[in-house]
């Protein structure tokens, strides 16, 4: 099974993409090692400051298992008020 992560703002522009597929049924930290490894260090920083919405969700608890067919937004520190 699959989920799909999508990028916003800066996270799009350091993953060179708006969205990608990737395997299901691991934590939100797995899953952020995985894309640190795919994209390199300029994603790293951003996933550092960045907030997580697992299928519109505010995510809390890093380690528990993502759902296959999720949907997880990487949502980076915006500007402005």
Same mark, same amino acid.
């Given at each position: 099974m699959q989920l799909t992560v999508r990028y916003f703002a800066g996270a799009r522009a350091a993953a060179g993409r708006a969205e990608e597929t990737v395997a299901a049924g691991r934590s939100l930290d797995?899953?952020? =090692?995985?894309?640190?490894?795919?994209?390199?260090?300029?994603?790293?920083?951003?996933?550092?400051?960045?907030?997580?919405?697992?299928?519109?969700?505010a995510c809390h =608890?890093?380690?528990? !298992?993502? !759902?296959?067919?999720?949907?997880?937004d990487v949502l980076p520190p915006f500007a402005g008020g």
């Open positions: 797995a899953l952020l =090692d995985e894309l640190t490894e795919r994209h390199g260090e300029r994603l790293a920083v951003v996933l550092k400051a960045a907030s997580f919405l697992v299928d519109g969700m =608890d890093r380690q528990a !298992p993502l !759902p296959a067919g999720a949907t997880v």
